[in-house]
């Protein structure tokens, strides 16, 4: 394994594995708590909210202002309760999202990812887990949606460095779902007509139980 040293603000590499995957699952609780302290927590959007439904911009500055963005994203998801991220959830149009996500076997994942692009799954990976999904622009609401259980994410870190991250079972869903929200997709997307609209049903009968941004 060839460890990378980080620097004092924590958004330094994190190291990598023989095949060059990032090691996100050493010093969780120190990583998270370092950004989220920084940070300020926001609202979260919902859906309905323009930002959600469209492609996001690419991150092209790799500074301060996206530093501080990461701080104010694990904030708020640690304040909403969540496994991960994207930008516009916070009414940010930029490709980035953060998790703090369990994989199936209960090992925790702390990262982020900028610019993330999905690679292609070979036949024998696409092993389909369907899974009930929740999504916090979609707060109280829930439903099956067949995923890969295996996904793998190439983009950047906050300091611009080429990165890829794999998941398993859970952590794969997160990463295929934060993914999909920079693209301009929330799950609802992919469900049924039938299944979409007992989402926001339940959606629209339940209480969230933390700030949104209403909708005009």
Known sequence: MAQQETDQQGYGPLPVDDEGF????????????????????????VVGN????????????FGEDLARLV????????TAEGVGLAANQIGVDLKVFVYDCPDDEGVRHVGVVCNPVLEELPPERRALDDSNEGCLSVP????????????VVRGQ??????IKVRGTGYFARCLQ???DHLYGYLYIDRLSKRDRKDALRQMAEGTPRYPVVPND
């Not at 701080?71 to 640690?78: G, I, K, L, T």
């Not at 109280?140 to 996904?151: F, K, N, V």
């Not at 870190?157 to 080429?162: K, Q």
């Open 22 to 45: 990032v090691v996100d699952t050493e010093d969780c609780e120190e990583r998270e708590r370092t950004y989220r302290e920084r940070g300020t927590s926001r609202p979260i959007t």
């Open 177 to 179: 779902h934060e993914t």
């Open 140 to 151: 109280t609401a829930y439903a099956s949606l067949a995923r890969p259980d295996y996904a």
């Open 50 to 61: 323009p930002v959600l439904h469209k492609e996001c911009k690419d991150v092209t500055e």
């Open 157 to 162: 870190d906050v300091r611009g460095n080429a």
């Open 71 to 78: 701080d104010d994203m694990f904030a708020s998801q640690r």
